[in-house]
């Protein structure tokens, strides 16, 4: 079956010029040509062919049926499966204020969308067909519309063949419409009121498109997911023209969860309309954990959220079939109709911050990696100058001491060659969640190498760093390892400024007092002391050996 785009083309090819269109621009030039028709109330016949739809929201029923009132007639051509075959009356016994229905056959199908309007005061028509993968082109769909009345005659005239051949049951009705509505002339006002509509369609369109590049551009130039979140908000919300935006995406647990936000009027009072939207995203996340789909509600359906039961819409972020968090609008005024262009914004804006998210997480999981020690977990000697230049730049701007312990695990060689390595990497394991919980979260632990740890302590003097000292030697000396035995460690602890001004005075101070509690027997504490005579502080190991056997530490 030829469709009409294909006939009228052929009969008007000087007349006719198609022009390519995002679908969800065509959808609403649509519901502009029919806009004439109900705003006017127009007694026109109106013929539509509408591609299959799994699911008709009600708004779009009711659409249907205001066509066919105030005297009008209404036709629409439908596949046998799409939801509007619910609206079909007997035949004879329909009510003149009801749609007629034309299911199709699926071996009729040519997946075309097209509005004929005849009416003696307008005549207009707009005509496209979907999915042309035969033209060889990208980027959208091929459309034209037109208002001069004898290619409207000619849309006409193949349509009543059309109906004749395929719904005689319907031909004596379809014709008598056609002939009661020939199109005469067409009203100046009625066209240029279109094509007013048409030019704004474009232009937001076109707004759209930037919101959506700058989107676009600022996932490109930072990989700074804060950044790029805050900005997709800020787009978004200006181009919808939005009372409120917010994006959240998920994390393991929901205090890390990232919430973004941009409201249009700053004065609000942001508190409590942030925990407001919290917990409306949810909600929202609960339910599209089960079933990921947009979520639109508009000023006629129900209210089934908060935000004041203004008219909403979600829009989850889905990568690789797992659900990563939503994107979230609330109109600003409780009449707000979304549009097929605004949802397709949204779902378009998902699927960019969704990428951007899982690049942001490789980023950070590959920076990770770079500044930590694959087994412990622990930073790595790189990560570590880089964390101690900071904290000695914060130490002394802000005039506050600076501790470091360097630590060793006493006879590790020995560990390695009775108990094997295996043994030695989970005595290094224990000995990093040691760490994990008794050091402050300000506190820094880094693998200097081997089985030797460099602990940052900032904002402690030497007495605090002794306590934290003793407390992890006790903590260690408890670590059991089998096929060896209990764990024990020497401390070595320097202060800055007391024992060193730069980042490699403090390394070699405290490295020499780990070496003096090796010396002094293992299984303790020892702070630096210039004089030679290093401090002491810790449980006195009861196996100290003798100098000489020292290269076995």
């Not at 205001?66 to 036709?75: K, T, V, Y």
């Not at 042309?132 to 005239?157: C, K, M, N």
């Not at 004041?308 to 707000?336: D, K, M, S, W, Y």
Request: glycine share 6%; aromatic share 6%; proline share 4%.
């Amino acid at each position: 079956m030829h469709s009409l785009y294909d006939v009228l083309l052929t009969q008007h090819p000087r007349q006719l010029t198609p022009v390519r269109c995002a679908y969800s621009t065509i959808l609403q030039l649509h519901r502009y040509f029919e806009d004439v028709v109900l705003e006017n109330n127009l007694g026109a016949l109106v013929i539509e062919s509408l591609p299959l739809s799994a699911k008709r929201p009600a708004r779009e029923k009711a659409r249907v049926r205001d066509l066919a009132r105030g005297g009008r007639r209404a036709f629409f051509f439908v596949d046998q499966a799409d939801p509007l075959n619910e609206l079909v009356t007997g035949v004879g016994a329909r009510s003149l204020a009801a749609p007629v229905i034309l299911p199709q056959a699926k071996h009729t199908q040519v997946n075309e969308h097209f509005v004929v309007i005849a009416d003696a005061r307008f005549s207009a028509l707009v005509a496209t067909v979907r999915g042309r993968a035969d033209q060889g082109r990208l980027g959208g769909d091929e459309v034209f519309w037109t208002f001069e009345p004898d290619i409207v005659y000619s849309a006409l005239e193949y349509l009543m063949a059309r109906v004749s051949a395929e719904h005689p049951y319907h031909a004596t009705e379809f014709g008598t419409a056609v002939r009661t509505s020939m199109p005469k002339a067409t009203s100046l006002q009625l066209t240029v009121s279109v094509t007013t509509k048409l030019a704004h369609l474009l232009q937001e369109q076109a707004s759209r498109e930037i919101a959506v590049n700058r989107i676009a551009t600022a996932i490109r130039e930072s990989l700074e997911l804060g950044v790029i979140l805050q900005k997709t908000v800020d787009e978004v919300g200006t181009a919808l023209n939005v009372g409120n935006c917010a994006l959240r995406v998920d994390a393991e647990t929901a205090e890390q969860a990232l919430n973004y936000f941009y409201f249009a009027d700053g004065s609000e009072d942001m508190a409590s309309k942030q925990a407001e939207i919290i917990a409306d995203l949810d909600l929202h996340c609960s339910r599209l954990a089960e079933h990921p789909e947009t979520i639109i509600k508009d000023a006629d359906d129900e209210a089934d959220s908060g935000n004041e039961n203004l008219p909403n819409a979600t829009v989850p972020l889905i990568f690789h079939e797992r659900l990563i968090g939503v994107l979230q609008v609330t109109a600003a005024e409780p009449a707000r109709v979304w549009g097929e262009n605004e949802i397709l914004l949204l779902r378009t804006v998902a699927n960019q911050v969704a990428v951007a998210v899982n690049h942001a997480g490789l980023f950070a999981q590959i920076q990770q990696q770079a500044l930590t020690d694959a087994l412990t977990g622990c930073y790595n000697r790189r990560s570590f100058e880089m964390q101690f230049d900071r904290e000695m730049q914060v130490a002394r701007r802000q005039h506050q001491p600076l501790s470091l312990m360097m630590l060793d695990l006493d006879r590790f060689k020995q560990l390695n060659d009775s108990a094997g390595h295996d043994a030695g990497d989970d005595a290094l394991r224990r000995l990093a969640a040691c760490f994990r919980q008794e050091l402050r979260g300000v506190d820094s632990a880094a693998r200097f190498g081997g089985d030797e740890f460099a602990l940052i302590l900032p904002q402690a003097y030497s007495e605090g760093a002794q306590i934290v000292a003793e407390r992890l030697r006790a903590h260690i000396e408890g670590i059991h390892i089998p096929g060896f035995g209990n764990l024990s460690a020497s401390i070595g602890i320097a202060t800055f400024p007391a024992h060193g001004s730069s980042r490699s005075d403090l390394v070699i101070a405290a490295d020499a007092a780990l070496y003096s509690a090796k010396r002094a027997g293992r299984n303790r504490v020892c702070v630096f002391d210039e004089a030679g005579s290093d401090q002491k502080f810790g449980h006195p190991s009861s196996d100290s050996l003798p100098e000489a056997l020292e290269s076995s530490m």
